[in-house]
């Protein structure tokens, strides 16, 4: 079992940061792929950034170069840090634990956060 907790998210304007974090607890964290995912109200569940084991990432493309996803496995920590955030990106953003590919299809994946509420005001 993965227990996974992440905070981090607020209201901010436009144009504003913000960092989200996941703690897990449980099974070693290093063995496992992360992901972020959002879901926005009337919207499906979307992939936003994954992180494999060592290191590799990938991104939604409404999310490149404004999103980074990094992970400190001492810490048993995954992060998404978020700039240039946009109206379009307020959501319920969740971390995930699986493997990479099960991340990237988005579907049975093992272990889930309660999500965090992410809000962006224009």
């Known amino acids: 079992q993965v227990q996974l907790v992440e905070s981090g998210g607020g209201l901010v304007q436009s144009g504003g940061s913000l960092r989200l974090s996941c703690a897990a607890s449980?099974?070693?964290?290093?063995?496992?792929?992360m992901g972020w995912f959002r879901q926005a109200p009337g919207k499906q569940r979307e992939l936003v950034a994954a992180i494999t084991s060592g290191g590799g990432t990938n991104y939604a493309d409404s999310v490149k170069g404004r999103f980074t996803i990094s992970r400190d496995n001492a810490k048993n920590t995954l992060y998404l840090q978020m700039n240039s955030l946009k109206p379009e990106d307020t959501a319920l953003y969740y971390c995930?634990?699986?493997?990479?590919?099960?991340?990237?299809?988005?579907?049975?994946?093992?272990?889930w956060g309660q999500g965090t509420q992410v809000t962006v005001s224009s």
């Open positions: 449980g099974r070693t964290f290093s063995n496992y792929a």
């Open positions: 995930a634990a699986d493997s990479f590919w099960v991340i990237i299809r988005g579907t049975r994946v093992g272990y």
